[in-house]
């Protein structure tokens, strides 16, 4: 909110003339930079229609005493202010009220021309004498600049009727302290004649006090000079009347409604001066009110256009002038001038406003003639064009744009979007807007997609097809794009209907500087409607066309173009390559582990999961790419024009942090990846299809090798790239017989005894020519090809046989996890394998814990509960894995029988460190409400855990933290980094021995540097 405006333009504008009288424009230049105002800004200081707070007039004041030397400076600047001739407006006004006598009865309302600051009370006038007593209003203070000001203003009054000047006496005064400032006012009551010596001092002679201080008069007292005096008046009265008549031309002469009001709002406070001004009027039945105002907070504004709007017309004893804007055709609304409480206007102000309020119905009657006659003819030209383009249109994009484009002419909106009803997906999708190039309004790249529940009273459109109107407040940022270009404020929504079907919305904007209908005319009603029952007509026709083309071209499960389509494009956009030189890429995408979701959740939570990743990858594209299904869980991304390293690699990994969001299949979030092969022209024009697409094959299958959820660019040089599934698959098979395979251990440490109860078995693969690999490498391709059965069960015997070993040592007897493959899990002789391991090992089954993914636990596969029961009844332990990952639900264990929960390691992560001490309050804030998030929910599994009678085992730990934050929910055992990595067998004896220390030693120390000595 800015400073309260209080003083006028007639108190400013009088001190920038007097000091131009004073000292010229060199004094004036001096002022200027005082007040630190350009010379160029300073014109509004001079304005009678401008207004300041007091504080900065009683700076200018200030200033202006300082640089003139004058000390007196208001006093002067009041004296100076009703000179004869000078433009301010007020002088004449006093004149017109016909005698000194009356200008003091009406002095109120004529000191609200100057300030809003102070109350002003009439005591007394007689015929040649007044007493004023003029207070501060609440929350003001009256200076001395403003008390020296009013007794100039005052002295001079009787000069305007050829008088002397007044004599002044202020028995009290507010700026010194007193209650208020008592003004005591005496004139002469006939005129001085022209025998007065002009150099004497009107004062002196008029009263004889010594002690008053004197005012040079320049006028001469006579018969001429007063004939002088009526002239001047005249002619100022003409060049009023001049401008009146100057306004109605104007006015007559603008046919676009917003500027008649803005120069109606100029003109009015021109004429009637005022702090405040307000115009609302309705221009066309059934629209929105419009208000323009002046002076007001928004607010303020509006609220009082509600109160006339709703028949409240109080004027609050003077201090409103409301006028009618009204004309033999109808009323529009009204003009209103607003002082604060007490003061008033005088009745000269209500005859001027009325005067201006009577030219602005005539030209508002003018344009809205003119308005609705072009109206008509570009209605009737935009619907015969319309019919006539709708009938050469092929597709549904066209019939939209032509629809959107057409939308703005026929009903005067600012724009247009089109919206067509995707019922699969529940969404409405921007189809088309009525300006197409993005240059002209900086549109959005991507179409924008919203439900349906963001409309208000969506039943009304898609079930009675009905229009109905909205305000664009809607905070959802998809929403608030999409007529945001437009910078609308309102809009106007009809229903695409073929029958019972919903098919679409049209969205046309208002923006602010217009009005949308408050209720639909019928007129308006149908052409909103008849456009739309045409496009409607035109959609049906194309779609139709558009169904039989696609049913051969894209992928029946998707939507997708299929491999067919795909192909096509590819060669088009490479035979455009190879003639222009612009380059272009593929992304080939294949999911990691679909096979794990088909063999746990079924074939149907498999198909969801493709029409998932189909729709993810689609929003992750510009509209100019192409997304295609190649087959099974392969995917590929045509990016024309794409070359650009940095560019690739974001969109590559845009793609990937959209697999990575946890995915809804029949009510289980599932966490999935993918793998992206890059494969790039890179300049080369003579590429065919089929080695462009299998250098991203050869790329995709080097990012699985890599570990998966990752994307890899194809180079000839890479040996990994030229590698094939089948090859990793044949080669795992006998990596076991090479002494390739290897386990690793991890510990978990219980926090109440600080010692190692547990281990985590983890295969690593040593691959001869690729490395280490880590299961994610190979997993795939061993499920794929087969041997992965083969694989589980030598981890599960020599995890035993480890497990013995260690006993062997004199080591206290650990309890050993083996995570077994999903799909072996299913397998029947999964649970023959584990027995033949326990029966050669001699491994007590109570120490083997086999860890099942929470997937696997909440999936119906009757072979698996089979298993699990079977396994059981051997005396293995039953472990569920990443409980709580993604903040997704705790898995139903009521069929189970489960010894140990899992924190998965993820949500382990999301616990935050401490902020530094110069986070924002809004990111302490945000910190603390996630903490008590994962505090809930960290509880909440303790709880089950607790309830179930199974352990809980929080792994993935890394900081101290994190330690803290478990061990204060419950979780007492625990694995990670900050204890220690993974190691091999004979480092586990090592950690056992060095955890016998006491627990107040590791608080200061990373537990990794104590439990993991010297592992090299």
Known sequence: MGPSLDVSGFVTGSIIRYLRSFGGETL????????????????????????????????????????????????????????????????????????????????ASLMAKYSTINDTHILEVGDAHAVIRVRGREGYHRDLYCCHFLQGVMSQIPVLFGLVPAMISETECQARGGGSCLYSIAWQEQ???????????????????????????????????????????????????????????????????????????????????????LLTVRAFKGEEP???????????????????????????????????????????????????????????????????????????????????????????????????????????QEVSQRLAETVPVVIGAVGAVVMLYDPERDELIEAARSVPAQSELNLPVDRVRIPPTLIPDFEILSEQGEPIQMAVDNPDPRHASLLEPWHVTSALIAPLKSGDTFIGTIHAGFAAAQKTPAKFSAD?????????????????????LEQISHMAWHDALTGLPNRRLFEDRVRQELSRSGRTGESLTVFYVDLDRFKQVNDTLGHSAGDDLICQVANRLADSVRGQDTVARLGGDEFAVLLPGLSDADVTHRLASRILAALNEPFNLHGE????????????????????????????????????????????????????????????????SKAADEGELEILYQAQIDLHSMKVVGVESLLRWNHPRLGRLLPDAFIDAAEKYGGMLQ???????????????????????????VNLSTGDLTKPEIVEIVKKSLDDTGLDPSRLELELSKIVANQQNEQLKSNL??????????????????????????????????????????????????ATASQLKEKDELDEEHLIALMAITELAREIGADLVGEGVETSFQRDRLLSAGCTVLQGYFFSPPVRARDIVIMVQAAKISPHQLEDAPRSEILTPNLG
């Open 524 to 544: 308006l009603r149908e052409r909103f409607m008849g456009l739309a029952n045409q496009a409607v007509i035109a959609l049906e026709n194309a779609r139709l």
């Open 791 to 817: 694989v589980d069960a030598w981890v599960l015997n020599q995890a035993c046989r480890q497990a013995v070993a260690w006993d062997g040592l004199g080591l206290p007897p650990l309890r050993v996890g």
């Open 869 to 918: 029961e079977n396994l059981k009844r051997l005396g293995i332990r039953i472990a569920i894995d990443d409980v709580g990952r993604n903040g997704s639900g705790i898995p139903d264990l009521s069929s189970l029988d489960i010894d140990t929960l899992k924190i998965d390691r993820h949500m382990i992560h999301t616990l935050s460190e401490t902020l530094t001490s110069d």
């Open 28 to 107: 004036l230049n001096s002022f200027f930079s005082g007040v630190g105002v350009g010379k160029a800004a300073a014109g509004s200081l001079e304005s009678s229609t401008s207004w300041v707070s007091a504080e900065e007039a009683y700076a200018l004041f200030d200033v202006a005493a300082k640089v003139s030397g004058v000390n007196d400076i208001g006093l002067q600047v009041g004296m100076s202010h009703l000179k004869p001739h000078e433009p301010t407006g007020v002088a004449d006004l006093m004149v017109s009220l016909g005698s000194v006598r009356e200008v003091f009865r009406n002095l």
């Open 191 to 277: 005129q001085w004649s022209t025998f007065v010596d002009e150099s004497a001092s009107l004062f002196s002679m008029a009263w004889e006090e010594d002690k008053v201080a004197e005012v040079d008069a320049s006028l001469v007292l006579d018969p001429t000079t007063e004939l002088v005096q009526l002239r001047e008046q005249i002619a100022s009265l003409s060049e009023r009347l001049d401008s009146a008549y100057s306004t109605a031309g104007e006015l007559l002469g603008a046919d676009d409604i917003d500027t008649i009001l803005r120069k109606i709002i100029q003109r009015a406070a021109h004429a009637v001066n005022a702090p405040k001004y």
């Open 669 to 732: 979030k599932v966490q999935s990846s993918g793998s992206i092969g890059v494969a790039c022209t890179s300049g080369r024009l003579d590429l065919r299809y089929e080695d462009f697409i299998h250098e991203a094959d050869v790329a995709m299958y080097k990012a699985k090798t890599l570990g998966r959820n990752t994307f890899e660019t194809y180079s000839e040089d890479d040996l990994v790239a030229t590698s094939h599934e089948e090859t990793l698959a044949d080669d795992l």
């Open 290 to 396: 419009q208000v323009h105002e002046h002076g007001f907070l928004l607010n303020e504004a509006a609220s009082l256009a509600n109160e006339l709007w709703s028949g409240d017309r109080d004027e609050r004893d003077g201090s409103r002038l409301i006028v009618d804007v009204s004309s033999a055709q109808q009323h529009y609304g009204w003009l209103v001038s607003v002082l604060p409480e007490r003061m008033k206007f005088l009745e000269h102000d209500r005859r001027t406003m009325t005067v201006y309020a009577g030219y602005a119905a005539t030209a508002l009657d003018v344009a809205t003639s003119l308005i609705t006659a072009r109206r008509r003819d570009a209605t009737a030209r935009a619907l015969l064009e319309f019919g006539n383009a709708l009938s050469e249109t092929k597709s549904s």
